[in-house]
């Protein structure tokens, strides 16, 4: 096994926070960061009430200056042990326009330094999978799933512009119905063992979920409400799953969302699960950004 590193690390649940830097237009003075620590310790201000603070601490956090090559750097131990045979799931949870995109596909994949989490993984697994005889098969799943083999970091690309113009067909609102839906990329692979020839089959789980954002009951109505209540019911289903697979409790309720049914082989016994937590360091933002922070802390 090449990736010990990974066996080394303490639990298969790992938390990362992630603060998206301010947007060109947003008033600097308006944080809730008050304090990142080197060892994921995070302190959040309460902006309507002066000394009032509170203290996370994950198991990393990276701050507004981080470049998608650190944060994948950080990854890239969790994401080479598919080769070896795991399963791997890593998430990204956090309100809309809290950087979930961002971490793991990045602002465009025209230039490879904006490459987020999934383009990098691929490219890494291909690179690696020549020198190791393995082979990859590429899925996007969940909704209207369809599978796909590849060869090549190109093919994958190319895949995925044609998942996202079908996405952009007609929307204008296609912030929206990404903020509302949840994206599952699933990276298939087969290795052998070159020592005792045998074949390990692993997996890697890359998901940008959906806007954890509360709606408020009195301005959604109908449709809306309805889908944004199933959102809601399925994110704290996810965050049960974990909370239990944390506990080392001897019940999981992985069926309480499709989510947690469509991830179930791939959280729990021997899977790795990253969670990246996704924080918008805008005061306005305060209450989510707490909300968020106390799921995170929940299953970390
Ligand atoms: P989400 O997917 O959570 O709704 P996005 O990933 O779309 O959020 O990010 C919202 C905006 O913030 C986008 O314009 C994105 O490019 C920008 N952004 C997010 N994270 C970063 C970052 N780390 N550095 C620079 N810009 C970022
Ligand atoms: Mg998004």
Request: proline share 3%.
């Amino acid at each position: 096994r090449l990736y010990n590193e990974v066996q080394d690390l303490k639990g298969n649940i790992r938390v990362y926070c992630r603060i998206r830097p301010f947007l060109p237009g947003q008033s600097r003075k308006h944080t809730t960061v008050e304090y990142l620590g080197e060892n994921g310790e995070l302190v959040i201000a309460n902006p309507s009430k002066q000394g009032s603070h509170r203290l996370f601490k994950f198991n990393k956090v990276f701050g507004p200056t981080a470049t998608q090559e650190e944060v994948f750097l950080d990854t890239q131990p969790l994401i080479r042990s598919v080769l070896d045979g795991y399963n791997v799931c890593i998430f990204a949870y956090g309100q809309t326009g809290s950087g979930k995109t961002y971490t793991m596909s990045g602002p465009s994949i025209s230039s490879t330094v904006d490459w987020g989490v999934n383009y990098r993984a691929l490219n890494d697994l291909f690179q690696l999978s020549q020198s190791r005889k393995s082979s990859i098969a590429y899925e996007v799943a969940v909704p209207d799933a369809s599978m796909h083999p590849v060869k090549s970091t190109k093919d994958v690309l190319e895949l995925m512009n044609i998942g996202l113009m079908n996405r952009a067909v007609g929307a204008t609102a296609l912030n929206e119905r990404s903020s509302r839906s949840h994206s599952v990329l699933t990276v298939h692979v087969r290795g052998t063992d070159l020592k005792t020839d045998t074949v390990l089959r692993g997996s890697l789980h890359l998901v940008d979920l959906a806007g954890s954002e509360r709606v408020d009951r009195s301005e959604a109505t109908g449709e809306r409400l309805r889908e944004a209540q199933h959102i809601n019911k399925s994110l704290s289903a996810l965050g049960d799953v974990i909370f239990a697979l944390a506990q080392k409790s001897s019940h999981v309720p992985y069926r309480n969302s499709k989510l947690t049914q469509v991830l179930q082989s791939s959280l729990g016994g021997q899977a790795k699960t990253l969670m990246f937590v996704q924080l918008n360091p805008d005061m306005e933002s305060y209450s989510e950004t707490i909300s968020t922070l106390k799921f995170a802390e929940r299953v970390s």
